[in-house]
């Protein structure tokens, strides 16, 4: 039995390739240009392996400065992926306003407390603080802050915890708030 047309047939030796335009068949190959992309990209994800295990994470003595802000062994540190309200910043309805920044960084306290904090480096902002990811025991404190409702997700990391936060009115998510990046537009850092 011929199978119709739109099929076709696979040729001898059962390595498929496609059809040539003379009607011959081809072996499939890569182009050069595809095996060099996947050689550096091995190349890219050895190298950050290494420098993971070359950069000692961050651990010693800390001092929370804010919600997502903190100092570890006297680097200053701020968690990676999240924007909590910043200390000195209120929420609520006019009239009924609240000190979220204060609170916030009591919560980042309370889960600081419940074991030893170890932080990852990832990156260094714009006032040379380092961006990192922190545990404090099997506590990730980016994800405890915004499934709390004291911070907002900055990337797609932390999205389902503020989801739920948003979803249970925890937090800052009680109420009216600004975004704590429109609040520091509002009210700029003294030159230093």
Known sequence: MRLPTRFPRVPPGGRWGGPRRSGGWRRSTWRRSTWGSILVALVLVGVALLVERVVPPLTGAVRVADGDSLVVAGERVRLDGIDAPELHQSCGAPGTEWPCGARAKEALEAVVAQGEVNCRPV??????????????????????????????????????????????????????????????????????
């Open 123 to 192: 990156d260094e902002d714009r006032y040379g603080r380092a961006v990192a990811i922190c545990a404090a025991g099997a506590a990730d404190l980016g994800a405890r802050q915004v499934a709390a409702g004291w911070a907002l997700a900055t990337g797609l990391a932390y999205q389902r915890e503020e989801a739920a936060a948003r979803a249970a009115g925890r937090g800052i998510w009680s109420g009216p708030f600004e975004v704590p990046a429109q609040w520091r537009q509002r009210h700029p850092r003294p030159a230093s």
